[in-house]
């Protein structure tokens, strides 16, 4: 619930700074960053990341049941070899792209306090997705994963088909 509760928060704060903006920039700042977060989300996010992680392969369910994108849809194959460098970095690329798109419209439209107070409010959220999210996710190809090494051997061990994709993986 923390990692919802400041995911949201930040949100919400470059919302109300947004609408404070005149209009138009408003419109073309809504519209940017929701038609990105939609992109992200349900396109470029689970073809690059979500593919990769073991709640991806439950074939019980349609949707997702992990700790950051519960619910959402599963559409294509998953893929149990760790991400690449290319999806690492456009998984990064896209974050940094969901934070930064509302901060240059809220600095243009003079909206001061919402853009300090967005930016402390995505800061607040990376920190605790690495601290409360990252440490104990199952996705351990991902870029902000943070479980032990030993952890990981140990569930690769128990999990042959990984084992054996990351192993060729490794080889490449």
Known sequence: MAGFL????????GFVGLYSVNL????????????FLVIFFLVWEPRMLCS????????NTDTLHCYANHGLPKRIPFKPWPMSRSERVQFITGLLLFIAIPLPFLWIGNQTLPLVFSSIGFCIWLIILRTR??????????PLNKVPQDIIQTFLERNPTMQEAWQKKDKT
């Open 52 to 59: 990769h992680c073991p709640y991806y392969a439950e074939g």
């Open 24 to 35: 138009l920039l408003f419109g073309l700042a809504l519209g940017s960053w929701i038609g």
């Open 6 to 13: 400041s995911f949201v928060i930040p949100l919400i704060i």
């Open 133 to 142: 999210i990252c440490n104990h996710c199952i996705n351990f190809s991902c």
